[in-house]
């Protein structure tokens, strides 16, 4: 019996056992419970997730890991995806992790009380690290997504207020995988330009996953490291993320934001009007003490008949009231002079404008502009916008170019 016997070692039945595992198993996905969850600082992740009835060990490498957008700690659900391999030097299959996910809402607010508790540990929220914002910013870079309504709110309300101010749009994706990567990016790039004053980041409202890219760990420290002022407008007002809580100041909204991040032209046109009453009034206790003063001497000198003395006073006050009269003039006309060209760059900037010297505009049908002769069809009725009202037209033919 014993010289029919099959033996095997053990490394050859570990081989086979490992041949038969990870070929059934190279791709698959598993959901459990994160316990004994351990970062290395080689930047491996090792973990073990389990159930009510059984657990599995799991490594998740370096290469694979940094995609990951929230902070593993133990106790969270998640699902993962990976291959089961075989650690054959102790026997003992592990799953090879390649990516991970949180299980669902409940995982996700854990990683982010988790993210936000490290944080403020360790004082990134401290106010002693918030930079001022400028109180007169010539140049503001918005780091948004080119086509959502947050950047035409900010654009519109900021072209009102505060016309005066040059406007940077740095385009980045606002969410899914890559968002915060490219967050960080743009506040990068805007900060490389050296002119700009202020930053402002964020988007509409949206679910907690729909907002996490400004919950990522790595787009936080980026915030707190920008030598430029940055306000985080993320959402709406009951929405607060952690790049609020680590900005140099958070707005409500993005429209609040704007808002936040220069004075109106009226604002400033109302401190001008009030620097202009101030200055009045101190020429005025100044004029009122030099002929206090006047008097004084006339009084002491009246035996001596001062007349030359007091002339030559009199005239040193009217050459400093002139001087003073032309300084205000001088002063206040470049402010207007400023505010009309203000005016005047809203006035070119009109379409309405263009029509009026004489031009006009084609729109097909569905209101599309007509942008070159081949985008009708001959016979295709198209409308003629001017400047004094519209006019129903209709394409006989394409004329050449000389024409």
Partial sequence: MSGNRTTLTVSEITAQIKGQIESQFSRVWVRGEISNFKHHSSGHMYFTVKDAGAELRCVMFRGFNQSIHFKPEDGMEIMIQGKITVYEPRGQYQLMVQLMEPAGIGTLYLAFEALKKQLMAEGLFDKEKKLPIPAYPQKIGIVTSPTGAALRDMHNILKRRAPQVEIVLRPALVQGDGAASDIIAGILDLESMGN?????????????????????????????????????????ETDVTISDLVADLRAPTPSAAAELASISISELAQMIQNQKNKLHLIIENQLNQLWQKLDHLIDRQSLQHPRTLIMRSRERLDIIMHQ?????HQFLSMKHTKLKGFEKELTVLNPLDILHRGYSIAFSEDGSIVRQADDLNVGAPFVLKTGSGSIAAEKKKTLPNSE
């Fill in 196 to 236: 700009i004053d202020l930053i402002i980041i964020g988007r509409g409202g949206g679910s907690l996953e729909d907002l996490w890219a400004f919950n990522e760990e790595a787009l936080v420290r980026a915030i707190g490291d920008c030598s430029i002022p940055i306000v985080s407008a993320v959402g709406h």
């Fill in 324 to 328: 003073l009269d032309y300084s205000m």
